[in-house]
């Protein structure tokens, strides 16, 4: 088996620097405009320029997304921002649209293209087509299961990669090409800027039963007919590898900090551990690293297409989340030393605390912490954005995230 990239969610510069240091081996962004998350914090040209810049220190790579679907009235717009990109340096652009690939291929032939999971590649005719104009790397669509995947593998050129997502939200829709937040709100999916309508309560009326609801799969938080559950693909990691999947991707450009955090940090020590000691390790292992995925905030998770079919559907409910961001360290320090953080949520003298590090998780109980602007020492704080100092009993370096007892969130 070859060890496949870990590509993680950069919706603004904070979430890259934050999956950067818990181990991604590329991350993948938008720019302000012609990517399918509009309302993510996404990067100007000069921010990109710096991200890009950012990832290639850290020994990774920078795919940029232009995976909408474009009109003709917006192609000459797409194809700068395309040659803006390829000025920044990044690796790739994620592309969605044939005739945009086409246009690329022609007027910006120098920047490497991949396929999005939008373009719906289900089949390896396909994969040879886009390998033909030129691609390097096709994203399958969402619906193709693992032996698929294996077949697939076997029939198309050796040079040629597959990447598929292994985590985090999934949509109702074919490859996520909906028109429901177009057809409810005027905000298309496929321009970048979805309502994620299929979030939304829902339930059904019958046409001579006027009035009267009838919910489906209703909990004590509403009825989700169209929320798909989230994707997690953590336990199948050996066979995906063991398929030739050269990428596995991690959905959540729209996500936090903390989030992006979590879950890079739990697939990089995953994978790492099945390629340094092997499948069994990697089984003994595999309970904590499900429930180190439960400690950011999620919907409850199946396997997707992977075995075939999706487990039985029932609509994901409301959000859950078994720890809480705390700080984040703005400087490194030696163990046993007062440690410097920024402030996110509050905690108590006395509460086990982790200190999440790119090597693990590590538990200790607060002490009383500094209030730097003031000197103050205190019991508990909870002010968002003031630095404090906090002595660890480990070493602690800029980046690493403090994480603790769930106190503010609400599903």
Known sequence: MRKPELLCPAGGMTQLKTALHFGADAVYGGMKQYG??????????????????????????????????????????????????????????IVSDLGAICTLRSEVPELPLHVSTQASCCNSAAVKHYAALGCRRVILAREVSLERMREMR?????????????????????????????????????????????????????????????????????????????????????????????????????????????????????????FSQGETA????????????????????????????????????????????????CADSAAGERASFIMKNRFMCGDTLELMHREGVSSFTAGRLLRKKTGEVLDTFGIAGEEIGLEVPFAVHEGDLLRGQVRNHRT
């Not at 559950?229 to 953590?234: F, Q, R």
């Open 36 to 93: 399918l998350r509009a309302f993510a914090g996404n990067f100007s040209k000069e921010e990109l320029a710096q991200a890009v810049a950012c990832a290639h220190a850290s020994g990774a790579r920078f795919y940029v997304t232009l995976n909408i679907f474009p009109f003709d009235d917006q192609m000459a717009g797409f194809v700068q921002s395309a040659r803006d990109a390829l000025e920044c340096g990044v690796d790739a652009a």
């Open 282 to 329: 990697f089984r003994e292992k595999l309970p904590d690293f499900l429930q180190e995925l439960k400690c950011a905030s999620h919907r409850d998770s199946d396997t997707g297409f992977l075995l075939g079919a999706p487990e039985v559907p029932g609509g994901a409910e409301g959000f859950h989340q078994d720890r809480e961001y705390i700080a984040r360290a």
């Open 154 to 274: 076997k029939q198309i050129p050796e040079d040629m990669e597959l990447e598929t997502f292994v985590h985090g939200a999934a949509c109702m829709a074919w490859s996520g090409r909906c028109l429901l937040s177009s057809a409810l709100t005027g905000r298309s999916g496929n321009q970048g800027e979805c309502a994620q309508s299929c979030r939304w309560q829902y339930a059904v009326m019958e046409q001579k039963r006027p009035g009267e609801y009838l919910p489906v799969a209703e909990d004590l938080n509403g009825t989700y007919i169209f929320s798909a559950k989230d994707l997690n693909l953590m336990a199948y990691l050996p066979q995906l590898c063991e398929a030739g999947i050269s990428s596995l991707k991690i959905e959540g450009r729209m996500k936090t900090e903390y989030y992006t955090a979590t879950v890079t940090l739990a697939y990089r020590r995953a994978l790492d551990l099945l």
